[in-house]
């Protein structure tokens, strides 16, 4: 039985986690296929699927729903789990200490992420910064992130992403192919 670890990506910090994320699951034996999507043809070909997605503009990028919504019907009644890369993880943040606790607060999931996350019955959703260079952003954004406290780098938290790849790994050990979780969420 194959999970799908399947992203859409700018830069190459959400390829990143997603590859890290397919490691740690084949480390604990779990059959994996990383690919992006554009690359899947079949997601019904796979047992279980982690779909994740930088965010731009709050939104993850179109080809990553529009993947969502063309393999929703194959991926129903399968386990799925999704994460977001943008500049504010729910732990780590290119931005400075302050502004990101604020932006937390004030931070509203997409309608269109909500619906198509309620439509994949998702057990969980994760939020994870990436990596950012002065080259991936236009003059004025620029301008804005530096405002923010915004610091350019990898801030791409590996521990937390071990972590959350290993609780997967738990899931799926527990009962493959179920889309329905054995461990409790927090």
Avoid at 10 to 33: K, N, P
Avoid at 43 to 51: I, N
Avoid at 110 to 135: K, P, Y
Wanted: charge should be positive.
């Amino acid at each position: 039985m194959t999970v799908l670890v399947a992203y859409a990506t700018c830069h190459g910090s959400t390829r990143g986690i997603a590859e890290r994320i397919g490691a740690r699951l084949a480390q604990s034996g779990v059959d994996v296929d990383v690919r992006p999507m554009a690359g899947v043809a079949d997601a019904g070909a796979y047992e279980g699927a982690v779909l994740g997605s930088a965010v731009h503009g709050g939104r993850w990028l179109p080809d990553a729903m529009t993947f969502g919504r063309a393999h929703q019907p194959a991926l129903a009644g399968h386990p799925v789990w999704l994460f977001s890369v943008s500049t504010l993880g729910d732990e780590e943040s290119m931005l400075g200490a302050r502004t990101a606790h604020r932006l937390r607060a004030w931070r509203k999931e997409s309608a269109e992420l909500a619906e198509l996350r309620r439509q994949l019955r998702a057990r969980d959703h994760r939020n994870f910064a990436g990596a950012v260079t002065r080259a991936d952003w236009p003059p004025t954004g620029r301008v804005v992130f530096r405002v923010l406290g915004g610091r350019y780098g990898d801030h791409r938290n590996w521990p937390a992403i071990d972590a959350w790849a290993d609780r997967i790994a738990r899931e799926w050990a527990a009962n493959p192919g179920s889309p329905e979780p054995h461990e409790p969420r927090h």
